[in-house]
């Protein structure tokens, strides 16, 4: 796993206009700062995770999963394994696992947005945090070949319809970035 220094110099560059995100930026940082285990998932106050934003080869769409526990339309994403080396490293190998997309690259490895949001309680598993870092790729096809073990269903989702009112608010915000790129 990358050191957590580099992590938080990742966080100190990264810059956005949305206030909610700014919060969540300070508050990803503030958790980092007190938390040598900010990755594993027995971290209970909550752990960081990596998720993918993936823009269609012609990039109009995004690639989204309906997902199963969470009964909820997410861009590809999940915990970190001990064997990543990156949190970009989570986010590509958690795309590639949830989607079965074949051909996806990494357009820059700086942050493209920062998300904090709760998982409630499961089974034994308290609610808890996640500490969402998302990297921006391209996929170079839209052939998808999910085992669909984790996920309901994926969908290529135009951009256009997601920066409509209504939109999940960390899905629409990532929705306008990419507009404004």
């Known amino acids: 796993m990358q050191p957590k220094s580099d992590l938080l110099a990742q966080l100190e560059q990264h ?15 503030d958790f980092l700062r007190r938390n040598d285990a900010f990755w594993q998932r027995t971290t209970l106050e ?11 080869p012609d990039g109009g769409s995004v690639l989204l999963i309906h997902h199963k526990k969470l009964d909820r339309w ?13 949190v970009a490293h989570t986010a590509l190998r958690e ?3 949830e989607t079965g997309l074949k051909d996806a690259h990494l357009i820059s490895p ?4 920062v998300d904090v949001h709760e998982i409630p309680a499961r089974g034994h598993e308290p609610a808890h945090l996640h500490l969402d870092l998302r990297y ?13 073990s984790e996920v309901n269903n994926i969908q290529w989702v135009s951009l256009a ?19 404004s790129l």
């Open 110 to 113: 700086q942050l493209f947005d």
């Open 161 to 179: 319809s997601l920066v409509a009112e209504g939109t999940e608010q960390s899905i629409r915000r990532m929705a306008m970035k990419t507009n």
């Open 136 to 148: 921006l790729f391209q996929a170079g096809t839209m052939e998808l070949a999910a085992d669909f």
């Open 46 to 56: 909550g752990h960081v995770t990596g998720s993918a934003w993936v823009l269609s």
């Open 15 to 29: 810059q956005t206009t949305f206030p909610e995100e700014a919060a969540f930026r300070q508050q990803v940082i």
């Open 74 to 86: 997410l861009q590809p994403g999940g915990h970190v394994d001990e064997t990543d080396e990156s």
């Open 95 to 97: 795309l590639l696992e």
